[in-house]
């Protein structure tokens, strides 16, 4: 084909993101076309809502009828925004059907399915992209997929979820408890009404899933991740934390095991301020990346929003374009090395235990002989008196998860220690 | 070919990167075979020196003559790791006539000459691919070649020299001068026993070079680069910026200008705390970005070493030997947008000028009065006596290059002030 004759996009949801994608694939046209070698031209645009008012979009390009935008069979790039499992899956497939390629940020299907739709695709000769799944803006899938190829990555850290990053850099810089902070961030639109997503990690842990998938050549869903949300986080662990020099993140932590396993998880995590994921502000997101080669790299930017999400989309778009105009494909999904899961009582990390004990002679030294009793170390403790009760926090060195879980739960059961110890991992060595 | 045929791979120079290449070509030869579809065979390295001991590598695959090497016309993959100009050069347009795909981290070559090598890629349909050429094992250029291209670029700035991060580093920390920080850092092996390249910026101007032709989609040479190093940095500059709350870098900083045009330079700059490059510490690299979508980004990691860089060097490998698989090409040199450069007088930065005065009445006035009549506006002043002089520190707001010089020398003619007022470029707005 000449290269004056466009190449046909269909744009599926138009909300947030799809409206950006929709006003730059029109502003920019011109660049997009130097960039991709022919025109890219938006034929349709799928909807739930056709009449909602939506300022420089021709309204000739609207449909209700998903299903028969992506079956035209003359659809070369098909962008999916809507969201969620299905109807988004089976318009993914049909657009793949028919010979399209996919650019996607659909994290939650790509963790839950993905394996089916890259099969699919490899089947069909099509492209599947997804940067703006995890991370928003920031390029953190091409990297791990094409720039750290060559390398072996040991372990993939972030801060994926711009709401909850708020909710608890507001619960340190104001002393805001967790309900208050969650009320600020819906107020300002960080929070959506109904937040459980966010708050309870699952956003988090679809990220952390694609993530872990891409740096260690296998497939991790999301029912591998173990998850843990910050409903829990008190502002107790606030304070304990900063005590200790923490601050506390939602962390996705992908590790690669010396037994070749991966663990995958999302934890309230006690960070050190002396690593670069401390500081990464408000709604912002990062990536913490360590390979054998490489050694330590960290990536930050916006990790949601219309406009920076439309950016990683229009990026996958041109490449996806590209590979049209030349008849080539970018790398498939490769999940050749078939990793088996960490159990997670293997997982070893560092941990920080708060609990309130009675007051009196040999208490401390009969929570350290517990701990020790199941080899666990401790490398920091405090101990504050509160009148007849103590308020004692415990760091440990790392440790098996499991042996931790024994420990608490021995010390639960001792007469001088109050039920109700509260446990939460620290990242670093 | 079946899936067993390897792909044949020449290593030109088998120095301190070059060796740790060959090691993980060896030692990761099963996953790279995974990762690439086919396995990949080492079958002669170029060595000026073939006496040398080098350990795990078969000395029949030495040879001294480079130009057999790649002109045997059975090669797949050439790295060119040889450094310079000549006969790099010559090297890697004979490998691409013989049909090869390119890895180089040759950022001087690409500086002032790449689109040679690029057209005859282009051309003979091979791929030339760069990243350990920029900031180490950072993947820098394929996020702006790939991940960014559907967005905007206004500005890329890093730190990506990491001898001068380490010596400016030192400077601050240890109120070393400039002569006893550079010792250390040759006696560390982070600076070379000829260092012109790091610290007269020629190092971090070939890397901005090819920064802003990726960003911008232009070819800038090394030659359009205003360059400035870091020798005549004095202690009192370094104790000047920790006064305004700044740290100095040796930035590379590419902008886009509001009329189209592009400003590149190097210059030791004054970055404010709260800049996330101002933490950047000894020897690592930065890159952070501006667009108009995607906000801002930052990548940082390991700017220099063996181990870093070979892992870029594979990363490409990888990425070059799949599009050999797939009978595919990555992308291109793109310079569609053939920008003009900015004239180095209109550029326009915030700057700090140092200078001494006499200390008397209304001599503050008047130099506030010099710098006003250029229209260059003051944004903060410093004045401190010593004695029958004062040491008078002024940074001013965003203003052009030559309106600042103008003033500068203005003031220079002034019998109040003595002669030498040193002057420095400052981040942000």
Redesign the interface.
């Known amino acids: 084909m000449g290269k004056s004759t466009p190449l046909k996009v269909a744009l599926l949801g138009c909300g947030v993101v799809g409206s ?1 994608v929709a006003r ?1 694939l029109i502003e ?1 046209a011109d ?2 076309r ?2 991709v070698g022919r025109p890219l031209e938006l034929v349709g645009i799928a909807v739930r809502r056709p009449d909602v008012e939506r300022p420089g979009i021709d309204p000739a390009l609207l449909t209700t009828d998903a299903d028969a935008l992506v079956a035209r069979g003359d659809i070369d790039l098909v962008i999916e925004l809507v969201g969620g499992i299905e109807p988004a899956r089976s318009l993914i497939l049909a657009a793949i059907r028919h010979g399209a390629s996919v650019v996607t940020a659909n994290k939650a299907l790509l963790a839950e399915d993905g394996p089916t739709i890259y099969s699919a695709a490899e089947e069909a000769g099509v492209d599947v992209y997804y ?1 703006a799944a995890v991370a928003g ?3 953190i899938v ?2 791990l997929r ?7 990555v040991t372990a993939v850290m972030g801060i994926v979820n711009g709401t909850t990053n708020y909710i608890l850099d507001k619960m340190h810089t104001e002393g805001a408890d967790f309900a208050e902070a969650l009320g600020d961030a819906q107020r300002l639109g960080y929070a959506e009404a109904d937040p459980t997503a966010d708050i309870e990690g699952y956003d988090a842990a679809a990220k952390a899933a694609l993530l872990a998938s891409l740096a260690f ?1 296998s497939r991790v869903q999301l029912s591998d991740v173990v998850r843990e949300g910050i409903t829990s986080v008190s502002k107790a662990d606030i304070t304990a934390a900063e005590e200790m020099g923490c601050v506390v993140k939602l962390l996705a932590r992908c590790t690669l095991g010396e037994d070749g396993s991966i663990a995958v998880g999302v934890h309230p995590t006690m960070v050190p301020l002396s690593h ?1 994921l401390a ?1 990464i502000p408000g709604a912002y997101n990062a990536i913490f990346i360590e ?12 990790g949601a ?1 219309g ?2 999400t ?10 996806a374009a ?2 049209r105009v ?4 970018g ?1 498939g999904e ?1 999940s ?2 078939g990793r088996a899961m960490t159990d997670p009582g293997d997982v070893v990390s560092r941990y920080y235990a708060a609990m309130t004990v009675h007051d009196e002679p040999g208490v401390l030294a009969a929570v350290a002989e517990a701990f020790s009793r199941h080899g666990v170390s401790l490398q920091a403790v405090r101990q504050e008196s509160e009148g007849e009760q103590a308020r004692l926090g415990v760091m440990t060195h790392a440790a098996r998860h499991s042996q931790v879980l024994t420990a608490i739960d021995e010390l639960d059961r001792m007469p001088e220690v109050h039920p109700g110890i509260a446990l939460m991992h620290v990242e670093g060595a």
């Open positions: 950006q730059l920019q660049d997009l130097a960039r940067e803006a920031i390029p091409r990297p094409e720039s750290l190829v060559g390398d072996e050549h670069p500081a390979s054998r080669n490489a050694g330590r790299l960290m990536f930050m930017g916006p929003g406009a920076p439309a950016s990683a989309v229009l990026g996958d778009l041109v490449t590209r590979n030349r008849n080539g494909r790398p490769s050749y090395s």
